[in-house]
């Protein structure tokens, strides 16, 4: 399984608009796309930034899933995201290979 880490530094003024939209507008249209099976939002408590910090993290299949979502999607809600909350967020993405997990 693939993991795919969105982690996001908002403006302390717009993190809650930001979370309720991406809960009930951005996720929902990623994940109707099909290429994720899951995804989990988190906050970190201990970030060093100013701001707040956001993880976004989606599970896929295999990298070939992740790979067709970042050809044929990313682009597009990347600019929707950028188009609503214009320079009040940084974002940075990781990709991960899942080991193990308690699945709890």
């Not at 995804?39 to 976004?56: A, H, K, M, Q, R």
């Not at 609503?84 to 080991?99: A, G, P, R």
Request: aromatic share 16%; charged share 15%.
């Amino acid at each position: 399984m693939i993991v795919y880490n969105e982690t996001y530094v908002m403006d302390e003024a717009v993190h809650h608009q930001w979370v309720q939209w991406m809960q009930e507008e951005q996720i929902p249209a990623i994940m109707k796309t099909g290429w994720f099976n899951s995804y989990t939002i988190l906050s970190v408590l201990d970030s060093p930034n100013e701001g707040v910090t956001y993880c976004v993290q989606y599970v896929a299949d295999s990298r070939h899933s992740l790979d067709y979502f970042m050809k044929k999607h990313f682009n597009w809600f990347q600019q929707l995201q950028a188009q609503k909350f214009e320079n009040q967020f940084v974002m940075f993405n990781s990709v991960m290979n899942l080991i193990a997990s308690s699945g709890k």
